[in-house]
């Protein structure tokens, strides 16, 4: 991150968030990795090339996480990952920890449609 002239704060520093912020990440920083998602999504059994529902979670908590100025957007938006969900949502049944990985693809292809016709669009 950058401070207001454009120099690159210390690494030591703290940088806060309002409990809002941090609400609206949260539920997708719970994952465990157990990867019962995986084994419960028919795309991910048919196709192994497909990111699958943890990685584009964890990419969507990142992604929400007003810290993260990372952009994720050339590897969630290719075929393989968000847009190949095909949205049965095992993904989501089955995860002890409720995180929800199908909301989080169904968010991001929002995000990756608005970006591809507002292209200047950050998020």
């Not at 157990?34 to 990142?62: E, H, K, M, N, W």
Request: hydrophobic share 35%.
């Amino acid at each position: 991150m950058a401070d207001q002239e454009g120099e690159d704060l210390p690494l030591t520093a703290e940088y806060a968030q309002t409990p809002e912020q941090l609400e609206a990440y949260k539920q997708y920083s719970m994952c465990i990795n157990c990867l019962l998602c995986y084994s419960a999504c028919p795309v991910y059994v048919l196709d192994p090339d497909f990111l699958g529902p943890a990685a584009i979670a964890l990419a969507q908590r990142y992604n929400l996480d007003s810290r993260d100025m990372g952009d994720r957007f050339d590897v969630l938006s290719q075929d393989d990952a968000v847009w190949g969900c095909t949205f049965v949502g095992e993904c989501t049944r089955v995860c002890p920890k409720h995180v929800d990985p199908a909301e989080a693809i169904q968010r991001y292809k929002l995000t990756a449609a608005l970006r591809s016709v507002l292209p200047w669009s950050k998020r």
